[in-house]
């Protein structure tokens, strides 16, 4: 018997197939990124603690020793305990599920994101891949001419710029306005982009193999 959820706002993330503790331990790990990378830079006008993020961003930029470990920890940091996710119940049958008490409407918007992402898979994977051969080239120039300050030329920063776009859309993301505003470097967007598509590829390849659906309501 599939019970009732205690809380009409707790979400709840079907299970079926066999899992095993790595599964569980990917799916913790990339949800709890996945949420908080929405919660903070898709979800900023509710969270409070929004201008505190940007503020302590500012004082970093990736390509300069912030990784991509401490960026998801600054994101979880910002989020306020009572809308980080917390497991309410596990029931594991064919169907389960896990409860989560959490932000519900963060919760949807990872719904939606993977749907879109899963739908459009080819072409945002196409997307993500011509990013990357762009900064790994930036990243060769830098290393050849010893100057790790050199920039995208004009004209590639218009196509990274119309890439970041195309690559947002494949995620879900609605909106990189408040990325341009806080980082305001498109190598820097498109970095964080990078980084999320990764994210969102390990939570649709549980998807693709049964073992989750994201309800979307």
């Avoid at 599920?97 to 879109?116: C, D, P, T």
């Avoid at 990764?198 to 073992?211: D, P, T, Y």
């Amino acid at each position: 018997m599939i019970l009732k959820k205690y809380d009409a706002e707790n979400y709840r993330v079907l299970l079926d197939e066999r899992w095993t503790l790595e599964n569980l331990n990917d799916f913790t790990r990339l949800y709890m990124q996945n949420y908080a990378f929405l919660y903070c830079l898709e979800n900023n006008i509710n969270n409070s603690r929004a201008a505190a993020l940007f503020n302590e961003l500012n004082e970093y930029k990736l390509r300069d020793g912030l990784t991509y470990v401490n960026i998801y920890s600054l994101f979880i940091k910002h989020i306020p305990s009572k809308e980080r996710p917390k497991v309410r119940a596990i029931s594991y049958a064919s169907p389960g599920f896990i409860e989560l008490i959490l932000n519900y409407e963060v919760a949807i918007n990872i719904a939606l994101s993977i749907a879109a992402f899963i739908k459009g898979l080819t072409a945002t994977a196409e997307t993500y891949n011509k990013l990357h051969s762009i900064l790994i080239e930036l990243g060769r120039k830098r290393k050849e001419k010893q100057n790790h300050l050199l920039k995208l030329d004009v004209e590639t920063i218009k196509h990274v710029r119309k890439l970041n776009e195309e690559l947002a859309k494949g995620l879900g993301f609605n909106s990189l306005k408040d990325m341009y505003d806080n980082f305001g470097d498109e190598e820097e967007v498109s970095k964080l982009l990078l980084a999320h598509y990764r994210r969102m590829k390990g939570m649709s390849k549980l998807v693709k193999e049964g073992k989750i659906k994201f309800p979307l309501e």
